[in-house]
């Protein structure tokens, strides 16, 4: 599965530019399971599943090395992903 990152819109064509990159991990196999995800500056931050049978749920941070939930049904127990918010360092 891949996503493309950029696209444009002109003069009633829709054309898809950049680099393809891989989107497991980033986006769902099935369009009717609930994942999540936040752009924070150039990072991305997700939470949807990771194989096709839609059994492993992981929360992932896609940078240079990539960090996830290990899978253990205790942690995630079938969620639905609906929401990722960012909370700052600090708060006042």
């Known amino acids: 599965?891949?996503?493309d990152l950029q696209q444009t819109y002109?003069?009633?064509t829709l054309t898809l530019e950049g680099e393809k990159e891989e989107g497991r991990g980033k986006v769902?196999?099935?369009?009717?399971q609930r994942s999540t995800s936040v752009m924070v500056g150039t990072e991305l931050y997700s939470a949807t599943v990771v194989?096709?049978?839609g059994t492993e749920q992981v929360f992932q941070h896609h940078s240079f090395s990539a960090v996830r939930t290990e899978?253990?049904?205790s942690w995630l127990n079938k969620p639905?992903?609906?929401h990722l918010d960012v909370v700052?360092?600090?708060l006042y």
Request: with cysteine; net charge negative.
């Open 10 to 12: 002109a003069n009633g």
């Open 88 to 90: 700052p360092l600090e």
């Open 1 to 3: 599965m891949y996503c």
């Open 80 to 82: 639905s992903f609906v």
């Open 51 to 53: 194989n096709i049978l």
């Open 28 to 32: 769902p196999f099935d369009p009717f």
């Open 71 to 73: 899978h253990r049904q």
